[in-house]
C-alpha cells in the first residue's frame, strides 16, 4: 500500500485501510473504487492523507502499534468520560472521580500490553480516524508515543503505568473551555489563549482529588506545557524543575499536535514534525528525550514515496529499529527511468540519504 494525500487522490483508487468515525464507525470502507464524491468527502473531513492498494507496493505493509480493539476501547472511554466531565461542569453537580482511575487504567494496560508486544518503530499515521472532538485521539495518540519513550527511558512498570495515566489525561481539564475557544478557526485573541492556558491547572485539580491517582500522574497535566527555558505556562518552571513525566510529554504532544490534521492547517509528516522538536531541543524541549524520541518513531512511515540523493527513486516498504532515518526502500526508478524493484536497507547503504519525500508519484 501507498501513503498518498487526499488531494491527490484519483477516481477509481481504493483506501487499503477504512477511515474511522471517532465513534468506532467506519465512515469510508476499504478496497471499494473510490468516486469523486468521496473523494471530495475526505477532503473536506480534513483527512489529509490516505493509504491506498497499489500494484507495486501491494507487499508493503503499514505497522500498527496498537490493535484496532485497543484503540477503538480507548477512543470510547476517553469519550465517555471526558463528556461525563463535561456535563458535570455544565449541570453543576460534584464531581465524582471515582471511576477515572478504574476505567482509565484499564485502558492504558491494554495500551501496554500491545506497545510491549510490538518490537516495531510507533508510527500511527496509518490509523485513519476523522473526529468531532480531536481531544479523543490526540489524548491517545500522546499516551502511545508517551508509552513508547517511557519504554525506552526503561521505566518501572510502576512509572510505566503512571506515565500512561498521565498522558491518556493529560488534557482533561480542556473539557471545561468553551468549545467555540478550543475548536476555533483562526488566530486566538490574548483573553482566548489566557482561557485555554488554565487546562493545565484544571486538569491537575481534577487528578490530585481523584481517588487511586497519583500526584506524579497528576503532574503530567499541570507541567506538559512547561518548557526547559521557562516560556512554557502555568508556572514558567525552568529545567529540572520540570518532571521527567512532563517533559517526556512535552514531546509527544507537539508531535501529535502538528501530524494531526486540524481545521485550520495540513498535517506535517513525521520528518517535518521532529524538525519542530530538533529546533527546539535545548531550549524548549529535553534535548536527550527529542534524540531518543527520533529513533522511536517511523519518521518515514511505510508507504511514503522517496527520493534518494543518488537519483533513486522508491517507496519506504519496511522500518529499521533504532535507525528511523534509514528504513528500507523499494527502488524502482533511477534517473528517471522505470527499473526492476527491487528493495535496499539504507541503514547498509551509508552513501545514500533520502533528500525528499512526496506522498503520489508526479509521473505513473
Ligand atoms: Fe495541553
Known sequence: MRLVTTRSLKENDTLSKPVYHDNGNVLIQAGIPLSQRIINRL????????YIEDEMTKNIKVQNIVSDETRKAAITTIRKEFEEIANHQIIGNSLNTAHLSKNFSKVVESILADIKKSDDVISILSDVYCYDSYIFTHSLNVTIYTIGLAMELKFTEKQLF??????????????????????????LTNEEF??????SRAGYDMLRNAPNISLLTAHCAFQHHERINGSGYP???????????AK????ADVFDAVTSNRVYRKAMLPHEALEILYAGAGTLFDKQIVELFSKTIAIYPNGLTVYLSDGRKGVVSRQNKFCGMRPFVLIFEHAGAKISPYEV?????????????????AVE
Open 162 to 187: 503512571e506515565i500512561g495515566l498521565g498522558a491518556i489525561l493529560h488534557d482533561v481539564g480542556k473539557v471545561l473551555v468553551p468549545k467555540e475557544i478550543l475548536e476555533k478557526n483562526g488566530r
Open 194 to 199: 489566557d482561557i485555554i492556558k488554565e487546562h
Open 345 to 361: 536497507d539504507l541503514a547498509k547503504e551509508h552513501h545514500v540519504t533520502i533528500i525528499e519525500n512526496e506522498t503520489r508519484l
Open 235 to 245: 508556572q514558567g518552571i525552568t529545567g529540572d524543575k520540570i518532571h521527567l513525566y
Open 248 to 251: 517526556i510529554l512535552a514531546i
Open 43 to 50: 477532503i473536506k473531513l480534513g483527512i489529509g492523507y490516505v
